[in-house]
């Protein structure tokens, strides 16, 4: 029985390690989608800020084409 005994714990030992491996694999995994997550969020942001702009100009450039009701002759 002595000799069950370490080889057991080598058994228990190599499954401890290759779960903590695939662990970190995920930890990986999981930090490269919050970064793609973030990315694609960022990417929206610019787009929305983008058309804010554009319509901030557009009507910008209307309220100087309007002319005033007191300057109508």
Do not use: C, R, Y
């Amino acid at each position: 029985m002595a000799e069950t005994d370490p080889k057991t714990l080598q058994d228990l030992i190599l499954v401890v390690q290759t779960l903590l491996q695939q662990m970190q694999v995920f930890q990986t995994m999981s930090d490269l989608i919050e970064i793609d997550d973030m990315s694609s969020h960022i990417h929206d942001l610019e787009k929305n800020t983008a058309h804010f702009v554009t319509q901030a100009s557009a009507e910008e450039l209307e309220g100087k084409n309007k002319i005033p009701a007191t300057h109508k002759s």
